[in-house]
């Protein structure tokens, strides 16, 4: 089931990794939006500090314990009320690691192979002629079955990412669909909410403010500091009383994620009136100042006040735990991480089911240049088949429809829309199209 029913609010899911202090793009892109969001009554909102994610980044534990209560603090003070919704510490959900492992257990190891971070970790040490797995962890390679645990556990319905997440979404779903079919209707397959219009913040260089380009603006900076890095904003060499331009304006466009329409369009003016560039500055410094100021007073009572933050998160964890425990015994007893006591009356599976789980599956994805595609894989995780890119997901399932009814005269139709998987003879792909096309037939015949 991927859809709420219509007495239950949609779960909607979001993950921070704890490895930085929050700057203005952070409350601008994500921090501030997602706060809005989260006052939505038809919507449950889960946040986590994803600090299992932080380890496989960051291997300074005081950065870690750091940044997860400048975090916790930053959201807090942004107005994220821990009473409303579900706002917890990752590493304190036991039943994430156990989820974590059961899901390991059912994805396949080509698949993880095609996960972005670990192919660009092999293409990065391809081009320098190092072996393709050099300083590779098994962190980063297993990531993507952590985040799929993330999601699972607490059974999301929507996820919001960019575009260049929605990969993860597609391996959670993949993951779901593969412990179901082994095990019965468990998990709930989310579904990805792209982020389109994310607000990208210049930094103080003019590039993207990111902590990789060591150009931003701390969000809760004390009002000295603010101002002073906001004087150091790159600007041209154009004098005051000179009409300048606001596009390519580092210094307007922060401007314009924090003004209203009105003061932006003023500060256009004032721009082709000609305004000082130490001006300008003082009224984003002012602008900026406005809207922070009351947050950085709870943000530092927060920061000076571990212990309090300490006690929301495990009252957070405590909450999510209601409905995590439950679900983790409910997938060991699913799994066969039972009481022995209880085999004496467990049903062995019947053959159609053992059939079931051996047999291949269609997956459907997106890529990230928006068209849809999908493969036909064996138990295992084996690529038998890989079609080529669908403007819509509904011509990808009426190809998919065709294979499974006519399976080799539609490969042959499909032509180079539909190719072999790598080291896979047509006879593979036909005869796993067959089993496929019986178990239909199977499943039409008991509907009967």
Not at 77 to 105: H, K, N
Not at 142 to 171: C, S, T
Not at 248 to 263: D, M, T
Not at 305 to 319: E, Q, R, T
């Amino acid at each position: 089931m991927t859809t709420p029913t219509s007495n239950q609010r949609t779960r909607v899911l979001t993950g921070i990794t704890t490895t930085g202090t929050p700057h203005l793009g952070n409350y601008v892109g994500a921090i501030r939006p997602t706060v809005q969001a989260s006052l939505n009554p038809a919507t449950q909102g889960f946040y986590f500090l994803a600090d299992y994610h932080a380890l496989i980044k960051c291997d300074d534990p005081v950065r870690i314990q750091r940044s997860t209560l400048e975090i916790a603090a930053s959201w807090i003070a942004a107005g994220l009320d821990p009473d409303r919704v579900m706002f917890y510490r990752q590493s304190d959900i036991p039943e994430i690691p156990e989820l974590t492992w059961f899901l390991t257990c059912v994805t396949g190891k080509g698949v993880l192979n095609r996960a972005h971070a670990y192919k660009a970790s092999v293409d990065k040490n391809n081009l320098a002629g190092n072996d393709p797995d050099a300083d590779v962890s098994a962190g980063l390679f297993m990531y993507p079955v952590l985040m799929g645990a993330d999601i699972l556990m607490f059974k999301a319905h929507k996820v919001p990412v960019g575009r260049d997440q929605i990969q993860h979404i597609e391996m959670a779903r993949d993951m779901a669909s593969s412990f179901n079919h082994l095990y019965g209707e468990h998990l709930v397959l989310p579904e990805a909410v792209i982020e389109e219009s994310v607000a990208l913040l210049p930094g103080l260089d003019g590039r993207k403010m990111s902590k990789s380009y060591d150009n931003t603006i701390p969000l809760f900076s004390s009002s000295a500091q603010l101002k002073k890095l906001i004087s150091g904003i790159v600007t041209d060499s154009r004098a005051p009383c000179e009409p300048k331009d606001t596009e390519g304006s580092a210094l307007f466009q922060i401007y314009q994620a924090f003004a209203s329409a009105e003061e932006t369009a003023a500060l256009a003016k004032a721009y082709a009136d000609g305004i000082g560039w130490g001006d300008a500055k003082q009224i984003l410094f002012e602008r900026i100042d406005r809207e922070v100021a009351p947050m950085r007073a709870q943000y530092e009572e927060l920061i000076n006040n571990p212990a309090k933050v300490d006690a929301i998160l495990l009252k957070g964890a405590a909450k999510a735990r209601e409905l995590a425990t439950p679900l983790i015994q409910e997938l060991r007893h699913a799994v066969g991480l039972r009481a022995l006591a209880s085999t004496a009356n467990a049903k062995a599976p019947s053959t159609s089911k053992a059939a079931r789980a051996a047999a291949p599956s269609f997956k459907q994805y997106r890529e990230k240049d928006g068209h849809f595609y999908f493969k036909l894989v064996d138990s295992q995780g084996r690529v038998l088949l890989q079609s080529l890119g669908f403007a819509s997901p509904k011509e990808a399932g009426l190809a998919i429809g065709q294979l499974q009814q006519n399976d080799a005269k539609a490969l042959a139709e499909m032509g180079a829309q539909v190719s072999l998987g790598e080291g896979v003879a047509a006879s593979e792909a036909t005869s796993a199209l067959e089993v496929l096309r019986a178990e239909l037939a199977e499943k039409a015949k008991s509907k009967a």
